[in-house]
């Protein structure tokens, strides 16, 4: 019944500056936009990979008191490759280290301070032993 993630939202400060460092910084390609009567961008969907999205949308973001949302988290093929181009596109990424589920991981903030981490899955990781258990692999 269900296939998997298919997109995160957010509504960011400065549409244009968000969409540049998803895209610039970070690597993600451009979809699509959406746009108002007027022909104006409001809203852009970036792609992560696979079937999966971002989704960002022009607005005042508000920090939300007790909710639940911590991070959004992008797999990458190579934890030193992604954090050493990111980092050379501006990106204030930290040093990777190894998390409780056995993969690397790394952190940065994008302009409006949400946090993305990236993981890097390895075959020993708690991940690929769940996923073969579920039939994934």
């Known amino acids: 019944?269900?296939?998997g993630l298919s997109h995160v939202c957010f509504t960011?400060?400065?549409?244009?500056?968000?969409?540049?460092?998803y895209t610039e910084t970070v690597?993600?390609?451009?979809?699509?936009?959406?746009t108002n009567e007027e022909g104006r961008r409001t809203g852009a969907y970036l792609h992560l990979g696979a079937r999966?999205?971002?989704?960002?949308?022009?607005g005042s973001p508000k920090k939300t008191e007790g909710g639940?949302?911590?991070?959004?988290c992008i797999e990458v093929e190579s934890m030193d490759r992604a954090?050493?181009?990111?980092g050379?596109?501006?990106a204030e990424v930290s040093e990777p280290k190894v998390g409780s589920d056995g993969n690397p991981q790394a952190w940065l903030s994008d302009p409006d301070g949400n946090r993305i981490e990236l993981h890097e899955l390895r075959p020993e990781g708690r991940?690929?032993?769940?996923?073969?258990r579920l039939g994934e692999r």
């Open 127 to 132: 991940q690929e032993e769940a996923l073969a």
């Open 27 to 34: 690597g993600l390609r451009h979809a699509f936009d959406f």
């Open 1 to 3: 019944m269900i296939k």
């Open 68 to 72: 639940s949302f911590r991070h959004i």
């Open 83 to 86: 954090v050493s181009e990111m």
């Open 52 to 58: 999966t999205f971002l989704e960002l949308f022009q």
């Open 88 to 90: 050379s596109r501006g």
């Open 12 to 21: 960011v400060a400065d549409l244009e500056r968000s969409i540049a460092f």
